[in-house]
């Protein structure tokens, strides 16, 4: 008994022709969704900008303290001028062991000092 071998068809030359028209239509749906995609992109960038300023003005007006109009202004347009690239910057994660546990205690001293400084003042009437 002899292994069977796989015979390929080859494809007729009608065969051909009628996909020949395909990619060209093909490219220019993949165009028109890009270009749809690339109009949605901007215009949700501008609609989170807009999110952030009125989150911004509503946080102000809410939770501002009456005296400090001035410092709510420069809080304001410093946090909603736009970066170079439309992201907020995120921080990396600290891997290192060492410089975790650096970190772990320099945020315990802190808290101990915010600590022994609310107790001062509770201390002195």
């Given at each position: 008994m002899?292994?069977r071998?796989v015979k390929?068809?080859?494809r007729?030359?009608?065969?051909l022709?009628a996909?020949a028209?395909?990619?060209?239509?093909?490219l220019?749906?993949?165009?028109e969704l890009v270009?749809?995609n690339q109009?949605?992109v901007?215009?949700?960038?501008?609609?989170?900008?807009i999110?952030?300023?009125?989150?911004?003005?509503?946080?102000?007006?809410?939770?501002a303290?009456r005296g400090s109009r001035?410092?709510?202004r420069?809080?304001?347009?410093?946090s909603?001028?736009?970066r170079?690239?439309?992201?907020?910057?995120?921080r990396?994660?600290i891997t290192?062991?060492a410089?975790l546990?650096?970190r772990?205690?320099a945020?315990a001293?802190?808290?101990?000092?915010?600590?022994?400084?609310?107790?001062?003042?509770k201390?002195?009437p």
């Amino acid at each position: 008994m002899s292994p069977r071998t796989v015979k390929r068809r080859r494809r007729s030359k009608g065969q051909l022709t009628a996909t020949a028209g395909a990619p060209i239509t093909l490219l220019a749906q993949v165009t028109e969704l890009v270009n749809e995609n690339q109009a949605l992109v901007r215009e949700n960038r501008e609609l989170h900008t807009i999110i952030a300023r009125v989150t911004q003005a509503v946080h102000v007006v809410s939770s501002a303290p009456r005296g400090s109009r001035r410092s709510l202004r420069e809080t304001a347009g410093r946090s909603t001028a736009p970066r170079g690239n439309g992201h907020r910057r995120q921080r990396r994660r600290i891997t290192d062991p060492a410089s975790l546990e650096r970190r772990r205690a320099a945020l315990a001293k802190a808290r101990q000092v915010l600590a022994e400084k609310r107790a001062a003042e509770k201390a002195t009437p």
